[in-house]
């Protein structure tokens, strides 16, 4: 784990424009959460990216999914294509995805 944290945080810092910053935000703290709760600072980096008319539709659900907050990842969820929905569920942070209740 320690060696995926050193790449993602990085490729925080070092990687320029070729990656969007949100992208890699969130790929380094899907990895901080795994290890320990989100800091209040974090988190509010996190809400930056739900707040934003900029963010694109993947990175909000994954924010709100780091943010435990399951019931807006899923309305931003249905709102995209179906392909991005496939593709969604394989990434890594699909980990966080919460089965609702039936």
Known sequence: MKTAKDIAEWILNESGEDVFYNVKLINYLQI???ERVLNIEEQNQLLDITDSSEADAISKVAAYLLLD????????????????????NLYPIYKFWRESPT
Request: no cysteine.
């Open 32 to 34: 901080v959460k795994r």
């Open 69 to 88: 907050n399951q019931l807006s990842a899923e309305r931003h969820f249905e709102k995209l294509e179906e392909v991005w929905q496939d593709a969604f």
